[in-house]
């Protein structure tokens, strides 16, 4: 475990140039009576291949900063501050032409629910080779043989039968495979896991998060895995970030983090999951709900419901490092809550 | 498939036999056909005489039988109006109708599903909100007033376009057709139009609605997240899975506008189906009027028929719960 962790640490300390770079986004809602901070000044770095876990109760901001990403924030939402970067070229003001190009070529999404990700009138086969044909400068017949080869990557049974095949002749879990085969269909260097396992099978979520981890390590590319699922992202994630009402609150490697959370919303996450080897009377529980976006404390979002808040939390905490992480708890410097 | 046409066709039977029930209760009740064909001053022994011909003492199930086989055969008794018989007189109507009707729906398609994409994906923008608008007025104005207005303007005011008939028609044996003369083509374009405007409105409101409705569901936000181009996400995608309602509602429409076409008919004096069933109605011409609803039932068996083999092709889904299988492979 500890070598696995210095390793990890290891290569996030050589800091190759960033894949994904966000600096200070934030998304305001914009209705009639006013605009409402959906997501307040994040900043995170990925590098290449890497797999970083976004973590948070629904209504974070994890998936806000997902669609944000990839450019397909739904109105009244929209970007009023700060900068995406991938691959050194800013993408969040480029024009939708642009953004498009570079959708499902560069950078991909997997969304939540496989049922109703694939388009129930038209073959797989249909579905890989025009998404195949709109990013790769290939044939019809190169590109079926494509989708073929990536069917089989992602672990399709008789994919030249299957291929003909319509969305609603496949399992849930099968379906899952198919939309990360058209996820990673040109070979993009990021992709944005929303969920990818909630809508499935207990039983089929290991698998397909192992084959999602395997197919990107294989291509080179990195993972946002987005989950509520602490459990998931220490099996997945080299690095995990942790939201909470609309900001960042703590990031750093998974193995350190978890070992040592530094922010007490963290941990009292890692404290509400189960354990099959420690035996413990009772999970912890949070007490209280996470504020509404635009009930926000103006100091730390958190202190409303933090069991040790101090004075000072009523101003607002900024990410500041601790070791190989960054907690943004005034209380992060002490000893930890958690061992 | 054919599983499915041969349920249909099973539906068909019944429904045409019910339908026939009722023609034949028109027949049966409405009017004495014996008081009709005779003059007033015949004796009752011409009477019996006549009514034992027309078989009406034999048991009312044995003539719904009788009446049941000859329909089979086409065959519906003379017209009391013209004396002649009647699937002759339906035979020469029907084209000029059929022509008519698929013209307008064809057009009222390739605009209206056009208008109602358009308005969908650039829903809120001034060009949007106009095409809503004249979609409005389309399905709110009745078809005659449409009529009326365009032959004064094109007939009266431009005299550019004939107000009335269908033009010169030619003869292919079974079948009158206006398409292959510059006056029947001329004298289509206005009933055409008062018809499609109607449709091209319903078409587009409709189209409207359900791309709205498609362009929530997830796998449009998928399409997007793989970079699918704008029209693709549009055409290939979203529209096709509004397909459905639109070729029910289209369905409708052009039986409905095929068997009652009356009040566009009669501004344009149009020699057509719903012409001539006002002319029966005005007569008391029941054998045509039992006829003209044996046939009009059928069409629209016809049409459901074919809306049903369009959702075969176009939603896959279909023909698997036709077949009652499970979600197996």
């Known amino acids: 475990m500890m070598a696995l962790a210095e390793l990890d640490t290891g290569r996030t300390a050589a800091a190759p140039a960033p894949l994904l770079s966000v600096r200070e986004l934030s998304i305001d809602f914009v209705t009639r009576r006013g605009s409402v901070r959906a997501l307040d000044r994040v900043s995170f770095e990925m590098a290449p291949g890497e797999v970083l876990g976004l973590v948070g109760e629904s209504g974070a901001g994890k998936s806000l900063s997902g669609n944000a990403i990839i450019g397909l924030i739904d109105p009244p939402g929209r970007i009023s501050g700060g900068e ?44 890989l080779t025009e998404t195949i044909l709109t990013h790769l400068p290939m044939s019809r017949r190169e590109a079926r043989g494509r989708a073929l080869e990536l069917l089989k990557a992602v672990g399709i049974p008789a994919p030249e039968l299957r ?3 319509y969305p609603h002749q496949f399992s849930g879990g099968m379906r899952q495979r198919v939309v990360i085969a058209l996820a990673l269909s040109a070979a993009p260097k990021l992709i944005i896991a929303d969920e990818p396992t909630t809508a499935l099978d207990v039983s089929i979520q290991a698998q397909i998060i192992t084959l999602l981890k395997q197919m990107c390590r294989e291509q080179g590319t990195a993972i946002l895995l987005v989950t509520h699922d602490m459990g998931v992202i220490a099996e997945t994630a080299d690095r995990v970030a942790v939201m909470y009402a609309g900001r ?40 209280g709900a996470m504020p509404r976006p635009g009930a926000v404390p103006s100091g730390c ?4 419901r933090c069991p040790k808040r101090i004075d000072k939390c009523s101003e607002r905490p900024e990410l500041m490092a601790f070791g190989n992480s960054q907690a943004a708890c005034w209380r992060a410097g002490e000893e930890h809550f958690y061992a | ?46 009477r019996d005489m006549l009514t034992e011909r027309l078989g009406l003492n034999d048991p009312v199930p044995l003539q719904f039988a009788k ?12 017209s009391y109006r013209n004396q002649l018989p009647v699937m002759q007189v339906i035979a020469e109507r029907f084209p000029a109708t059929l022509e008519l009707v698929l013209v307008s729906t064809i057009a009222a398609l390739l605009i209206g599903l056009p208008l109602g994409v358009f308005a969908a994906i650039k829903g809120g923008t001034v060009l949007a909100r106009i095409a809503h608008l004249v979609s409005m007025i389309g399905v709110s104005v009745p078809a005659f007033v449409i009529g009326i207005v365009l032959i004064l303007v094109f007939s009266i005011e431009l005299k550019v376009l004939p107000a009335f008939g269908r033009g010169e028609v030619v003869d292919l044996g079974y079948w009158t057709t206006g398409f292959l003369t510059a006056s029947g083509r001329a004298a289509l ?65 052009f039986g409905d506008l095929i068997a009652f076409t009356l009040v566009t008919e009669i501004v344009f004096q149009w020699p057509g189906m719903g012409f001539l069933f006002v002319q029966s109605v005005q007569y008391v ?38 077949r009652g299988g499970s979600n197996g492979r």
């Open chain 2, 67 to 78: 009446f049941v086989f000859n329909a089979v055969q086409g065959e519906f008794g003379m």
């Open chain 1, 84 to 127: 995406i970067h991938l691959e050194g070229q800013r993408i969040d003001n480029l024009a939708p032409a642009e953004m498009r190009r570079l959708r499902g070529r560069s950078l991909a999404a997997i969304f939540q629910d496989p049922l109703t990700s694939l388009d129930p009138l038209m073959r797989i086969g249909e579905q």
């Open chain 1, 163 to 165: 291929i003909e095949h």
């Open chain 2, 1 to 46: 498939m054919l599983l499915l046409i041969l349920k249909r066709l099973g539906n068909a039977v019944i429904v045409l036999l019910a339908v026939a029930l009722l023609a034949f209760t028109i027949f049966k009740f409405l009017g004495d056909p014996v008081q009709l064909m005779l003059n007033p001053q015949a004796t009752q022994e011409e």
């Open chain 2, 285 to 322: 011409d029941i054998p045509v009027m039992a006829a003209y609803l044996m046939i009009v039932c059928c069409i629209f068996i016809l049409i459901n028929l074919i809306v049903d083999l369009i959702y075969v092709v176009v939603d896959p889904r279909v023909d698997q719960l036709v």
């Open chain 2, 189 to 253: 374009v206005m009933p055409a139009i008062s018809l499609a405007l109607f449709q091209i409105s319903f078409i587009m409101r409709l189209v409207t609605s359900e791309m709205l409705e498609v362009l929530r569901i997830d796998f449009i936000r998928f399409a997007r997240a793989r970079g699918l181009k704008a029209r693709a996400i549009y055409f290939r995608h979203a529209l096709r899975n509004c397909l459905m309602p639109v070729v029910t509602i289209t369905g409708m429409l």
């Open chain 1, 301 to 304: 979002p958190f202190a409303p």
């Open chain 1, 248 to 287: 960042l609150i703590e990031v750093g490697p998974v193995e350190e983090v978890l070992r040592a959370p530094r922010h007490v919303y963290t941990a009292g996450l890692i404290g509400s999951i189960p354990s099959l080897t420690q035996r413990r009377e009772r999970l912890v529980q949070i007490d």
